[in-house]
């Protein structure tokens, strides 16, 4: 496979560590919140990403975080605490906030057909970890105290900027309405591991440290997750663009001073949704989730299908127009699938099988081109092929691009069945003699059975699927 790598700024091979598995981390949410579309196109990419994966027989180990823990998530880590907003705002307790907003971003993710990870870890139950990895990080000569917080010494780095080049004068901190520097850093792009001391002193989560009882800074929760389930080495790191500064910058920096070598090998980052108004967020006006999306109608799959029909590297503008047309598209495709669920028999033909195989295994394994893996789905549509080779190609294709085919064609089908009227026993009985006539080639005697069956007001024609009936 062909991956664009971050860290590389360039598609490379993607190749494991270790042969045949792959280690991965995704960046979970924070649990404040419902997640809104927007973040939920970062999880339905590293989805796709993860299944093609296991398509092409890699064993692979998924983990998430969820940051259930108060912390500060702008420049300078300064800004909001999210958690203690969210607790605020519906007057109930952090841990309320956290598990009722977990409970619904999976929720979410199940309607989407995103698999759960392999491992989910909540922040809070690694706080001993965290502990430990600061504690080192202090020994080692890259953390120091200031201030009652532990502070990341990005000095002790050769090379702190790893995804994009910047000067430390250019680095954004005070220029932001609201946004103060913080007086305890020796430099400006120090980062907190550890505070004691911030503007929240009503913060509600905080425990025993050796500096005093506090709570973890942004960035340490994903290193000691991912270290901890998956090791000292790690294949591939997944996340939205816009966590690849600060976030992911500051992972490297603890993570490779902590263990001493290289981390990671390949950053998956995923673009952000925009509506014609900008990026979409949830301090933006236009909040949009996936129970909005029920609520006027949509399938929350036709937003899955969306996603796919754009490359991940690219920014895709949502608009109710788009999603119109995505469900337009989406019901053409079941729509042609539908009535080759009404036959199964057959066999598969395996060079044909084959061939299509190599067609969608091409698209995905260039950089995950879901557009033209679609595309695959209707060139077999498409093709002369039988219909059994036809169904064998989409279920085996569905099982990367999660969009239901199989299933809603079938529901679409059994729809139209019952929805057509009940054909008399006369006309079902003048279409079998037909059929017999045929059988024998008693071309004739055929053309005479269908003209009795149109003076009864039906129509009957043959089809690659079979004999259709249909009223006049």
């Known amino acids: 496979m062909q991956l664009y790598n971050s860290l590389s700024h360039k598609k490379e091979e993607f190749i494991p560590r270790f042969e045949g598995k792959v280690s991965m981390y995704t960046c979970g949410p924070t649990v404040y919140h419902y997640a809104h579309i927007g973040n939920l196109r970062s999880y339905i990419m590293e989805d796709i990403l993860e299944k093609y994966l296991r398509f092409t027989g890699l064993d692979v180990k998924r983990v998430m975080n969820i940051t259930d823990v108060g912390h500060l998530t702008s420049d300078g880590d300064t800004g909001d605490d999210k958690m203690l907003k969210g607790a605020k705002r519906e007057k109930k307790t952090v841990m309320e906030i956290a598990k009722f907003y977990t409970d619904a971003f999976f929720a979410d993710c199940a309607k989407l057909n995103i698999k ?35 502070y990341f010494d990005t000095s002790k780095l050769d090379k702190y900027y790893v995804f994009s080049d910047f000067k430390e004068e250019d680095l954004a901190v005070g220029v932001r309405e609201g946004v103060e520097e913080d007086g305890n850093k020796r ?74 070598h290289e981390w990671c090998n390949y950053w ?47 920014s895709l503008v949502f608009s109710w127009e788009n999603l119109d047309n995505a469900v337009i598209s989406y019901n053409k495709l079941i729509d042609k699938i539908a009535p080759l669920t009404a036959d199964k028999s057959g066999e598969v033909d395996t060079s044909e099988y084959r061939r299509f195989i190599d067609e969608f295994d091409d698209a995905l394994g260039n950089d995950l081109n879901t557009s033209l893996a679609i595309t695959a789905v209707h060139d077999v549509l498409k093709s002369k092929t039988n219909a059994a080779t036809k169904l064998a190609l989409i279920a085996e294709f569905d099982k990367v691009l999660g969009l239901d085919l199989i299933a809603a064609a079938e529901k679409t089908l059994a729809e139209a069945e019952a929805s057509k009227p009940e054909i008399p026993a006369e006309v079902l009985d003048l279409v079998e003699q037909r059929k017999a006539a045929r059988k024998e080639k008693n071309f004739a005697l055929a053309d ?6 149109a003076a009864l007001g039906y129509e009957v024609k043959e089809t690659r699927q079979g004999t259709e009936i249909n009223k006049l």
């Open 187 to 260: 430099n400006k792009a120090d980062f907190v591991l550890w505070f004691t001391k911030s503007k929240f002193d009503d913060q509600e989560l905080k425990w025993e440290s050796p500096w005093g009882i506090g709570y973890p800074g942004w960035h340490i929760e994903c290193s000691c997750i991912s270290m901890k389930n998956l090791g000292e080495y790690l294949d591939l790191h997944c996340g939205g663009i816009d966590n690849a500064f600060p976030h992911h910058t500051n992972e490297i920096a603890q993570s490779e001073a902590y263990l001493g």
């Open 268 to 314: 998956f980052h995923v673009h952000h949704l925009n509506t014609n108004s900008g990026k979409m967020s949830k301090s933006s006006g236009e909040f949009l989730t996936v129970s909005l999306l029920e609520e006027k109608g949509y399938n929350p799959l036709v937003y899955r299908f969306f996603c796919l029909n754009s490359h991940y590297r690219k």
């Open 448 to 453: 005479e059975i269908r003209d009795k069956i």
């Open 116 to 150: 759960t990870p392999d491992v989910v870890a909540p922040a809070t139950g690694c706080i001993d970890d965290f502990i430990s990895v600061i504690s080192s990080l202090i020994e080692k000569g890259y953390a120091y105290e200031a201030g009652g917080n532990i």
